[in-house]
Each structure stands twice: as C-alpha cells, then as structure tokens.
C-alpha cells in the first residue's frame, strides 16, 4: 500500500500565506505525478495543481500566480505554497500522487489519496 500523510493546515487571514506538505511512503516502484485538490462544503472535489517528477507543473487558473508547488523527489515530498489567500481559497486540501507498484510480477500505475487537511482563510 501507498499512504499519504499531509500536514500544514490551517486558519489564516486573507492575503496571509500557507504551506502544506505531503510525504508518500510505502511499497512503490515509483512515485509520478503528485498533486493537490481541494472540496469546499458542497462543492466538488477541484484541481489545485499538480507536479510531474520532472517538476513541469499545472495550476487551476483562479490559483495561478498566488500558489506554487514544489516536490522533493528523494523524499517523495510534495509541497503546495500558498500566498495572497482568499475566502474562496476555503476547504479541504487533499493531496494525490499516480504510484507504480509491481503486484505478482505486473507493474501498474494507482491512484492514492491523503485524508486531507483544512485549509481556512478568514476575510
């Protein structure tokens, strides 16, 4: 299995800043793309940004040119820096990562997901 343990949540005012982190462990061949979504109460799941292992990056447009991602590959770390925080910015930040695990001599690539940490930025 695959576990994704994230950290750095929290409250903070708008237009103040935020770091959250995830760290993939487990029994992989490989660690690829790793990303962040974020769920607002009553909304869907949405894309935040993503990072490729050669660190080409994707960013949901109403996040570009406020958040960065950044991953440390030895550690299997990924990062998500938040700065000029908004309201709308409010939920649950999950983090996910495509993972190639050789089971019964077959490689394949899945899908994991963290437990998600709150985010909150008071207006």
């Known amino acids: 299995q695959v576990q994704l343990v994230e950290s750095g949540g929290g409250l903070v005012q708008a237009g103040g800043s935020l770091r959250v982190s995830c760290a993939a462990s487990?029994?992989?061949?490989?660690?690829?793309?790793m990303g962040w979504y974020r769920q607002a109460p009553g909304n869907e799941r949405e894309l935040v940004a993503t990072?490729?292992?050669?660190?080409?990056?994707n960013f949901a447009d109403s996040v570009k040119g406020r958040f960065t991602i950044s991953r440390d590959n030895a550690k299997n770390t990924v990062y998500l820096q938040m700065n000029s925080l908004k309201s709308e910015d409010t939920g649950v930040y999950y983090c996910?990562?495509?993972?190639?695990?050789?089971?019964?001599?077959?490689?394949?690539?899945?899908?994991?997901w963290g437990q998600g940490t709150q985010v909150t930025v008071s207006s």
């Open positions: 996910n990562t495509n993972a190639v695990r050789i089971i019964g001599g077959v490689k394949r690539t899945y899908t994991y």
């Open positions: 487990g029994n992989v061949f490989s660690i690829n793309t």
């Open positions: 990072i490729t292992t050669d660190g080409s990056t």
